[in-house]
């Protein structure tokens, strides 16, 4: 599923200020610089930390086969099959039922304010918006839906992205955000309950696996377009996903804010022959 | 009746004159620093606005063919964007390691690789419509302009422009930033990608091969 990241863009699109976040950033700092993942931060460009690279471009390759086999034919199924309004009523449902780990995400990079968004919308939309599937928020005016994980949390807390990681069937993630993937796991209380053998109407267990399966659908669907355009522009599509997803994420750890001054826009650093090659970023 | 001694006056104005023209020299060049140093972001903010506008009335123009939309894009962009500065920039630290052929070699090659992919682009345009929402100085050369593309139903999405500002001219777009992602620093991931597994001729190889199969497939 090659498609997670761009799926994301599609689906959610975080942007906001940055809080008390600076504040923790101190703390989590020392408790983060313990982990494994205080690898050093890649380079934007030249050198990328991908140390897996053979291995990776193998998985991407299966992941790549399996999304033609399965995925893609059944999203392209999917979009013929279902009116917009449907699609748009799933994809709404799917992110209100992540409204736990955002918002423990948001609480842990002390961004009160968006929590406090999260949770209005999480509000509105369940008992307005029949539980869910319409975004009540989004039509009076609150601002775009936001993501957060715990990969953003990590980095908000000072740890770097780690080494680039293809996960099987998952698609691009990196050590953090695989690491963060697993302890978002626990805020969400699908999987709280599931452990517990708690069951309301359903086998949470199930439902979970569902869910899963149903927002790959969607977020497959959503990005089709987009995935088709980079698979016929690109030259390199492992290289052109992998600089993809680690710009994006980059983009969301910021929220959104814009990267101002870059070497890479200097015309100049590259024309000397004596001139010393760019260090790569720390 | 004074009169002053000619000896002295004409020396001592001398020095005067000599220290205001000093003045004025640094003044001037002082003035011309800041001005280099302050791209216009009304400038880069009004090309924006202008461009994009022409561009959707194109985009949107029943009466034309796909061919005649291509054509009257390329005519349209090829001022506002500096295809070769982009071209350079993508290329980073290999730019270099290429002799003068290599360079204009692939500088040719691009061109022909961005309007292949212009003009397979085309169809994905169901009427979005554009809005520019600020624009700012962010180095000594650049300004961005940010905008947001609405299309029905969806979210907006974030596009910033980065123009460079350059002594008399019109500044020139060398950058397009969707959502975080820079068209110049996925590009250099790729070709450099490309470059250091199968060396500069790769690239020219492979860019080559990506234009024949994108007009096959138009």
Same mark, same amino acid.
């Given at each position: 599923m090659a498609g997670d990241l761009f799926v994301e863009i599609v689906a959610r699109r975080g942007r906001g200020g940055r809080g008390t976040a600076v504040l923790l950033r101190g703390i989590g700092g020392a408790l983060v610089a313990a982990a494994l993942l205080a690898v050093p931060a890649f380079a934007q460009d030249?050198?990328?930390? &991908?140390?897996?690279?053979?291995?990776?471009?193998?998985?991407?390759?299966?992941?790549?086969?399996? &999304?033609?086999? /399965?995925?893609?034919?059944?999203?392209?199924?999917?979009?013929i099959a279902t009116?917009?309004?449907?699609?748009?009523?799933?994809? %709404?449902?799917?992110?209100?039922?992540?409204?736990?780990?955002?918002?423990? %995400?948001?609480? /842990?990079? *002390?961004?009160?304010?968006?929590?406090?968004?999260? /949770? $209005?919308?999480?509000?509105?939309?369940?008992?307005?918006?029949?539980? *869910?599937?319409?975004?009540?928020?989004?039509?009076?005016?609150?601002?775009?839906?936001?993501?957060?994980?715990?990969?953003?949390?990590?980095?908000?807390?000072?740890?770097?992205?780690?080494?680039?990681?293809?996960?099987?069937?998952?698609?691009?993630?990196? $050590?953090?955000?695989?690491?963060?993937?697993?302890?978002?796991?626990?805020?969400?209380? /699908?999987?709280?309950?599931?452990?517990? $053998?708690? *069951? !309301?109407?359903?086998?949470?267990?199930?439902?979970?696996?569902?869910?899963?399966?149903?927002?790959? =659908?969607?977020?497959?669907?959503?990005?089709?377009?987009?995935?088709?355009? =980079?698979?016929?522009?690109? !030259?390199?599509?492992?290289?052109?996903?992998?600089?993809?997803?680690?710009?994006?994420?980059?983009?969301?750890?910021?929220?959104?804010?814009?990267?101002?001054? +870059? &070497?890479?826009?200097?015309?100049?650093?590259?024309? +000397?022959? &004596?001139?010393?090659?760019?260090?790569?970023?720390? | 009746m004074r009169t002053r001694t000619p000896p002295t006056w004409p020396a001592r104005f001398d020095r005067r004159r000599l220290l205001l023209a000093l003045l004025a020299l640094g003044l001037l060049t002082l003035g011309w620093q800041v001005s280099r140093a302050a791209p216009s972001v009304e400038d880069a903010r009004a090309l924006i606005e202008q461009v994009s506008a022409k561009v959707l009335a194109i985009l949107s123009d029943q009466a034309i063919t796909d061919r005649q939309k291509f054509d009257a894009l390329v005519k349209l962009l090829d001022g506002p964007i500096d295809l070769d500065l982009v071209a350079r920039l993508i290329l980073g630290r290999h730019w270099r390691t290429a002799d003068e052929a290599k360079r204009q070699e692939y500088l040719a090659l691009f061109r022909e690789y961005a309007l292949a992919n212009l003009a397979a682009k085309l169809h994905l345009y169901r009427g979005q419509s554009f809005e520019v929402t600020g624009a700012r100085v962010v180095s000594d050369q650049d300004a961005l302009v940010t905008s947001r593309i609405l299309s029905n139903g969806e979210p907006p999405l974030q596009v910033d422009w980065r123009l460079r500002e350059r002594d008399g001219a019109a500044p020139v777009t060398i950058d397009l930033i969707v959502e975080g992602v820079s068209l110049i620093v996925t590009l250099r991931s790729e070709f450099g990608s490309v470059i250091e597994r199968q060396g500069f001729d790769g690239l020219l190889v492979e860019l080559r091969q990506r234009i024949t199969q994108t007009r096959q497939e138009a």
């Open positions: 030249d050198d990328v930390n &991908d140390p897996l690279e053979p291995l990776n471009r193998g998985i991407f390759q299966v992941n790549t086969v399996l &999304d033609g086999l /399965l995925l893609e034919p059944a999203a392209r199924m999917y979009r009116p917009q309004f449907f699609r748009t009523g799933v994809s %709404n449902f799917l992110a209100n039922l992540s409204t736990p780990v955002v918002f423990a %995400n948001d609480l /842990l990079q *002390g961004e009160f304010q968006r929590a406090e968004l999260t /949770l $209005g919308r999480f509000m509105m939309n369940t008992i307005l918006g029949l539980g *869910g599937l319409i975004d009540v928020g989004g039509k009076l005016g609150m601002p775009p839906r936001h993501s957060e994980d715990f990969g953003q949390t990590l980095a908000v807390y000072g740890s770097g992205p780690g080494p680039y990681l293809v996960l099987p069937l998952l698609g691009p993630s990196t $050590g953090r955000d695989a690491v963060g993937r697993v302890v978002d796991l626990g805020f969400d209380p /699908l999987t709280v309950l599931g452990a517990a $053998g708690v *069951g !309301i109407f359903l086998d949470p267990t199930e439902f979970g696996l569902a869910r899963t399966g149903t927002q790959a =659908l969607s977020f497959r669907e959503q990005t089709l377009d987009e995935y088709d355009e =980079l698979k016929r522009s690109s !030259i390199d599509l492992y290289a052109a996903v992998r600089t993809f997803y680690l710009q994006y994420r980059a983009n969301q750890i910021r929220n959104g804010a814009v990267v101002e001054s +870059d &070497d890479i826009y200097d015309e100049n650093l590259y024309e +000397d022959p &004596d001139a010393p090659v760019q260090a790569p970023l720390e | -």
